[in-house]
């Protein structure tokens, strides 16, 4: 007995531990306060609809600028999250008709976000797509990871007492408003690719973010919807069901998509790098490319011509990085029509600057060391003018004195020592004693024991 009593106090202090910290529902606000905040931003009409058509006008200003701050600014004061995470609540609590006033306000938000996108970037003078907007346009495993934390922690902030700044945060890091931007960009442009990227990203954050809402209204326990006719209940979950079904298997398909299209892309990369890096050659560039007919990687090389043979046996090593069905093409030579000169001339650049970079460092060490010689010499010229009149007071007989820094080389033992050498002239020899006083008096005044005194008469 008493060995298990251990045990249960650790139990019991783990559990105390888990309730006074862990426990989500001691900070829980008042249920109904929190699903009526969340039905209320699920609404898109007047003023809540206009902020939002402002502020995808601002995103598309930054995106078309490539700011940062401007596209922050647009997300921070979008309402987008209002009928993603009403989708997520309604499914938690069993409630069909929110969820149809959620899916109606974010079919009528996605189109009003695309239009207002569109517009701007046809009537926009400047055409060519920035870094920003270009990065929205291929998700990642990463997305869904941020819109499923960010949707927990937008829902556990939104049925808290103190809500803090979550919600900004979760629509800044979720990132909603620039692929919809960006997708109004490849409709005004044509560009299919920038379309469907960017609308591919937005669709799969939104169902996460949905599923993280849904997640969080469950373990936080909030109380479903009754109904007093069952039948009407079995009814109305079955609809849930299918609409969850219908909405979660596209996301599944493509979010299964993008981890096989991470996992190849971090083995090519390997492979890459371990067997197409050769003595005398550079890769200039290097393309991953996911095709219908199948994965390609793509290899220019400059310097040196690799042989076929070396170039087969890395292709004989492909499986080994489970690139079994993988086309490896792999280009050189000067003459090669793929060789991009505008890569090149970055590589020249970069190494330029590299260099230049590295040559004034060593500039900047060159003239701090001298610098810091010069200063010394400074020093001492200072101090002689300083220390004159003092010395005048002392010896009355002084009638110059001259201060330097110099290198003593021990000619038997090949040592090397820093000393100060004081000259000072007097008008007669002075005793033993005098010199002795003034040696210690100079080496007190200069901070050193290395003083050398010189004494001159005339």
């Known amino acids: 007995m008493e060995q298990n009593q251990p045990a249960t106090r650790n139990n019991f202090s783990i559990k105390k531990f888990v309730k006074d910290y862990l426990d989500l529902r001691k900070d829980k606000d008042n249920e109904k306060e929190t699903v009526e905040s969340i039905r209320k931003g699920v609404e898109f009409k007047g003023a809540n609809l206009w902020i939002l058509i402002l502020a995808i006008f601002m995103a598309s200003l930054g995106l078309n600028v490539n700011s940062t701050a401007v596209i922050i600014g647009a997300m921070l004061i979008s309402p987008l999250m209002g009928p993603i995470m009403g989708v997520g609540l309604s499914v938690g609590l069993n409630d069909f008709e929110l969820m149809k006033r959620s899916l109606k306000s974010y079919l009528i938000t996605t189109l009003f976000s695309v239009t207002t996108a569109t517009i701007f970037f046809l009537i926009s003078p400047v055409a060519e797509g920035q870094s920003e907007l270009l990065a929205r346009t291929s998700p990642t495993i990463y997305d869904v990871f941020i819109a499923l934390l960010g949707g927990l922690a937008g829902v556990v902030a939104l049925s808290t007492k103190e809500k803090g700044n979550v919600i900004p945060g979760v629509a800044i890091a979720t990132a909603l408003m620039p692929p919809l931007c960006t997708a109004g960009y490849g409709l005004a442009?044509?560009?299919?690719?920038?379309?469907?990227?960017?609308?591919?990203?937005?669709?799969?954050?939104?169902?996460?973010?949905?599923?993280?809402?849904?997640?969080?209204?469950?373990?936080?326990?909030?109380?479903?919807?009754?109904?007093?006719?069952?039948?009407?209940?079995?009814?109305?979950?079955?609809?849930i069901i299918l609409v969850v079904i219908l909405t979660l298997c596209p996301a599944i398909y493509l979010t299964v998509g993008i981890i096989r299209e991470m996992v190849f892309d971090g083995a090519a990369n390997r492979f890459i790098?371990?067997?197409?890096?050769?003595?005398?050659?550079?890769?200039?560039?290097?393309?991953i490319m996911h095709t219908a007919e199948g994965n390609e990687i793509r290899v220019v090389l400059i310097g040196q011509e690799v042989p076929e043979a070396s170039i087969g046996l890395a292709r004989a090593k492909m499986n080994a990085y489970n690139l079994e069905n993988t086309r490896l093409t792999v280009m050189q030579?000067?003459?090669?029509?793929?060789?991009?000169?505008?890569?090149?001339?970055?590589?020249?650049?970069?190494?330029?600057?590299?260099?230049?970079?590295?040559?004034?460092?060593?500039?900047?060490?060159?003239?701090?060391?001298?610098?810091?010689?010069?200063?010394?010499?400074?020093?001492?010229?200072?101090?002689?003018?300083?220390?004159?009149?003092?010395?005048?007071?002392?010896?009355?007989?002084?009638?110059?004195?001259?201060?330097?820094?110099?290198?003593?080389?021990?000619?038997?033992?090949?040592?090397?020592?820093?000393?100060?050498?004081?000259?000072?002239?007097?008008?007669?020899?002075?005793k033993p004693t005098e010199k002795e006083k003034m040696a210690q008096w100079l080496k007190a005044r200069l901070g050193t024991d290395r003083v050398r005194l010189i004494i001159e008469t005339k």
């Open 189 to 239: 442009t044509g560009n299919a690719v920038y379309f469907f990227g960017a609308f591919y990203l937005y669709f799969i954050n939104s169902v996460f973010i949905s599923l993280a809402t849904f997640t969080g209204v469950r373990v936080m326990h909030f109380q479903r919807k009754a109904f007093v006719d069952k039948a009407r209940e079995l009814k109305v979950r079955r609809y």
């Open 273 to 287: 790098n371990e067997q197409l890096t050769f003595e005398g050659t550079q890769i200039l560039d290097k393309k």
């Open 333 to 430: 030579g000067s003459n090669n029509e793929s060789l991009d000169i505008s890569n090149l001339r970055a590589m020249v650049m970069e190494d330029f600057y590299k260099q230049s970079e590295e040559r004034l460092q060593e500039q900047k060490q060159q003239i701090a060391n001298l610098t810091s010689d010069l200063q010394k010499y400074h020093r001492f010229d200072e101090l002689s003018v300083s220390l004159a009149p003092e010395l005048k007071v002392l010896y009355p007989d002084v009638k110059s004195i001259a201060l330097s820094h110099a290198i003593e080389q021990q000619v038997d033992s090949l040592q090397a020592d820093t000393l100060t050498f004081a000259i000072v002239q007097l008008s007669k020899q002075p």
